[in-house]
């Protein structure tokens, strides 16, 4: 009898761990209590892919690391949309910063996500060979492009571009491409061109075969790649940590984008001895101590982006316009234009937009929880140089 109970206690903790890894019952925003009574902090998972367009959720997961004062916010790396998607579809993830046009087919298809936030501006690149002869899209006729995926705003771009060149659709091929591989798939002939959220632009440029040929802040000033969404269940169960959340992406952003030299909480320098700690992460001589610099050594880090800090400094600060985190309140005119050009893609033809079946702004957004104010970011030490 006590051997089957034992059984039994095993197989119950089998259940809980299947149901808290595989199943999602206990993502989402979690609170509980500690034995002497008091709370613990809620702590809620966001996905993003290692790219520099979902820079503010790292960031805003280090700073909710490092300061009690929020609910923490766990960074959670995909490598692909479909992954995120389909966890997002089973319930397993509530927050995440996915494609724009990708969130509204989303919701459309039944899926009740809202965009709440801006991810960024600008920071997507076209790239080709750097020893190509391509000198403007127009010479890209007849050539094969890679896009990150079929509902996102790369597609829209080149749609624009086809547009400004009179190409039609037959002289041009378009191919979905998970955004990591793409510097190797051109480096290899897959395709012609790629284009892409950094710093897979940067990628094929810092290894030597790569040139950008457009930026989209050259060709779409303020592009907006990615949204921070969230589902409806966890607007309904949680609003609050909605809006904290979207104050602490506001916070980054602004501060990455703002902020002076002084260093944000769990970064030292390399000669500063008064700090340390396994958590520390160590500002290199030389590395520069600006948001962008810091956010880059942040981000770099293994369970974040797990890529060469680097890579991620060349990005931001060539040029140092390259994307931006600034303005990323949500506004309907931004939307209008990459709704027009989604309807005329086809994204919606599963449920056509018509005057008896309505879609827009309102049914996909929800700018309330971005007038509830910002984060107070754990900054203040001065480098010690």
């Known amino acids: 009898m006590a051997h089957f109970g034992k059984l039994l206690i095993a197989l119950a903790a089998v259940t809980v761990l299947h149901a808290h890894f595989n199943l999602g019952f206990f993502d989402g925003a979690q609170e509980a209590t500690r034995a002497d009574g008091s709370e613990v902090r809620k702590s809620l998972r966001v996905g993003h892919l290692p790219v520099t367009c979902h820079l503010t959720c790292p960031v805003t997961s280090w700073v909710s690391k490092h300061s009690e004062e929020h609910s923490e916010f766990v ?17 397993n993830l509530d927050a995440a910063f996915i494609l724009a046009p990708l969130a509204m087919v989303m919701q459309r298809q039944g899926t009740p996500v809202k965009i709440v936030h801006l991810g960024h501006r600008d920071g997507t690149a076209i790239v080709v060979k750097k020893d190509s002869p391509y000198k403007t899209f127009g010479d890209l006729r007849g050539k ?64 030597g075969f790569g040139r950008v040929l457009y930026f989209t802040k050259d060709i779409w000033p303020n592009f907006i790649s990615c949204v921070l969404v969230v589902t409806e269940r966890l607007i309904e169960r949680d609003p609050e940590i909605v809006r904290e959340l979207v104050q602490g992406i506001s916070a980054s952003g602004k501060w990455i984008d703002g902020g002076d030299d002084r260093l944000m909480a769990g970064l030292t320098a390399e000669n500063d001895t008064k700090v340390g700690g396994a958590d520390t992460t160590v500002i290199p001589e030389g590395f520069g101590h600006s948001p962008r610099m810091q956010a880059a050594l ?24 390259r994307v931006s985190y600034s303005r990323l309140d949500l506004a309907e005119q931004d939307f209008a234009e990459i709704q027009d050009y989604a309807e005329r893609l086809g994204f919606f033809s599963f449920r056509p937009v018509t005057p008896e079946d309505p879609f827009g702004f309102d049914d996909y957004c929800d700018p309330s929880f971005e007038q509830s104010g910002t984060w107070e970011l754990p900054v203040g030490r001065e480098a010690q140089d």
């Open 75 to 91: 960074s959670w790396r995909y490598t692909s949309w479909p992954a995120m998607t389909e966890d997002i579809d089973a319930g």
């Open 144 to 207: 094969r492009i890679a896009i990150p995926h079929r509902y996102s705003n790369q597609r829209i771009l080149i749609e624009k571009l086809k547009d400004e060149f009179k190409f039609t659709n037959a002289e041009i091929t378009l191919i979905d491409y998970p955004p990591p591989e793409m510097p190797a798939g051109l480096r290899s002939g897959q395709f012609e061109a790629y284009i892409v959220g950094e710093p897979f632009a940067a990628k094929a440029e810092v290894d």
């Open 298 to 321: 942040i981000a770099s880090r293994q369970e974040y982006y797990n890529q060469d800090p680097e890579l991620l400094k060349f990005v931001l600060t060539r040029p140092l316009d």
